[in-house]
């Protein structure tokens, strides 16, 4: 616990909300459809359960349904902006759904927009939310609104992608105010190594490689990846150095050393990864949200681990959201609790 405290005017996040859909893949499912065994998904992959969104659902129905809840505690004329920061799987592939969020959600007066960078991009959204209420006064309050339905891009049957097999659905929005008196976003640190910028990604869909009859015979349009071993070989030994230094670079520009940091809200990642990640940083399993109960959303992991923990937070905790997206960029923002929960409670 912390006290630190500066004259910056307060920029946090004041409100919150999730959707998960109502249908479950359990690791037993996951086990019938994979062939891998129950308890290897359970304990390796990190899986009890996933939510997974039917037909009817998108992208952007679920961030919308994440972002309700909010508008039951704030005026939707008072937003100023929202920012989609979800999955690019949405649902259409030369489209934004921005605009949809901010129609639905009746905020009349804000402009949208989005910005995307698959999995990472919830610590990067913390940052670009901040500096536009610090940078422009006619700006009070941004709704960031992430919507995924990466279950839908899953091949169980392509054994190269099976690293993205946890891949799950639902929505996240936070509500990011100048003047917010419950929480503080401080700094925030990324790394790129663009070597990895053709390993992950959907072949076929885009002006690459368009649709076609073929591309769907071949099974083309899930998420693949071009060389698994390579990928691993290179990937295994900067991955969590990467994690650690993205987060301590978040840390030294809040003004606070690693050792300082009482929470961590990491992406779902394998077990074994998210504890080589905490020995790193010398925290314990107690101080980090672990989501086997829903799965990776994509870029939603860290708002969703924050909403699920705010309870728990007390004054003075430092708090580190972080994230890597394929690409592969790694990213933190930290975040300091100074007082009453977010929504309230």
Same mark, same amino acid.
């Given at each position: 616990?912390?006290?630190?405290?500066?004259?910056? %005017?307060?920029?946090?996040?004041?409100?919150?909300?999730?959707?998960?859909?109502?249908?479950?893949?359990?690791?037993?499912?996951?086990?019938?459809?994979?062939?891998?065994?129950?308890?290897?998904?359970?304990?390796?992959?990190?899986?009890?359960?996933? &939510?997974?969104?039917?037909?009817?659902?998108?992208?952007? @129905?679920?961030?919308?349904?994440?972002?309700?809840?909010?508008?039951?505690?704030? @005026?939707?004329?008072?937003?100023?902006?929202?920012?989609?920061? *979800?999955?690019?799987?949405?649902?259409?592939?030369? #489209?934004?759904?921005?605009?949809?969020?901010?129609?639905?959600?009746? +905020?009349? /007066?804000?402009?949208?927009?989005?910005?995307?960078?698959?999995?990472?991009?919830?610590?990067?959204?913390?940052?670009?939310?901040?500096?536009?209420?610090?940078?422009?006064?006619?700006?009070?309050?941004?709704?960031?609104?992430?919507?995924?339905?990466?279950?839908?891009?899953?091949?169980?049957?392509?054994?190269?992608?099976?690293?993205?097999? /946890?891949?799950?659905? *639902?929505?996240?929005?936070?509500?990011?105010?100048?003047?917010?008196?419950?929480?503080?976003?401080?700094?925030?640190?990324?790394?790129?190594?663009?070597?990895?910028? @053709?390993?992950?990604?959907?072949?076929?869909?885009?002006?690459?490689? =368009?649709?076609?009859?073929?591309? %769907?015979?071949?099974?083309? &349009?899930?998420?693949? %990846?071009?060389?698994?071993?390579?990928?691993?070989?290179?990937?295994?030994?900067?991955?969590?150095?990467?994690?650690?230094?993205?987060?301590?670079?978040?840390?030294?520009?809040? *003004?606070?050393?690693?050792?300082?940091?009482? #929470?961590?809200?990491?992406?779902?990642?394998?077990?074994?990864?998210?504890?080589?990640?905490?020995?790193?940083?010398?925290?314990?399993?107690?101080?980090?949200?672990?989501? @086997?109960?829903?799965?990776?959303?994509? +870029?939603?992991?860290?708002?969703?681990?924050?909403?699920? +923990?705010?309870?728990?937070?007390? =004054?003075?905790?430092?708090?580190?959201?972080?994230?890597?997206?394929?690409?592969?960029? #790694?990213?933190?923002?930290?975040?300091? #609790?100074?007082?009453?929960?977010?929504? *309230?409670?």
């Amino acid at each position: 616990m912390n006290t630190r405290v500066d004259n910056e %005017v307060s920029i946090g996040i004041a409100e919150t909300g999730v959707y998960v859909p109502p249908g479950v893949e359990t690791a037993a499912d996951m086990a019938k459809q994979t062939g891998i065994p129950e308890e290897v998904i359970r304990q390796k992959f990190g899986l009890v359960q996933k &939510h997974v969104a039917d037909e009817s659902m998108h992208a952007s @129905d679920m961030a919308i349904a994440a972002a309700r809840p909010i508008l039951e505690r704030i @005026d939707p004329l008072e937003i100023d902006v929202v920012i989609y920061y *979800g999955s690019p799987h949405k649902d259409y592939p030369v #489209w934004s759904c921005a605009p949809k969020i901010q129609h639905a959600l009746g +905020a009349k /007066n804000a402009y949208a927009f989005e910005i995307m960078n698959v999995s990472s991009c919830f610590p990067i959204a913390l940052k670009v939310a901040k500096d536009m209420l610090a940078a422009d006064r006619s700006i009070r309050t941004i709704l960031l609104a992430g919507g995924c339905k990466e279950s839908q891009i899953i091949d169980y049957q392509n054994p190269r992608s099976r690293f993205m097999f /946890n891949f799950a659905d *639902g929505g996240a929005a936070a509500l990011v105010k100048r003047g917010e008196t419950g929480n503080r976003i401080l700094g925030s640190g990324f790394l790129t190594d663009g070597s990895f910028y @053709d390993d992950v990604k959907v072949p076929a869909g885009g002006s690459a490689m =368009p649709a076609s009859f073929d591309t %769907v015979r071949n099974r083309l &349009h899930a998420i693949d %990846v071009r060389d698994p071993a390579d990928m691993k070989e290179r990937l295994d030994s900067v991955s969590i150095p990467n994690f650690i230094a993205a987060v301590e670079k978040a840390i030294a520009n809040s *003004g606070y050393r690693v050792g300082d940091i009482d #929470w961590l809200l990491p992406l779902h990642t394998k077990r074994s990864m998210f504890r080589q990640l905490l020995q790193g940083l010398g925290l314990s399993e107690q101080q980090a949200v672990y989501l @086997d109960e829903y799965g990776h959303m994509s +870029a939603l992991d860290p708002c969703f681990g924050f909403h699920l +923990a705010k309870n728990r937070f007390q =004054p003075g905790d430092l708090i580190v959201t972080v994230s890597a997206g394929t690409g592969y960029t #790694w990213a933190a923002t930290a975040i300091l #609790w100074e007082g009453a929960s977010v929504n *309230g409670l």
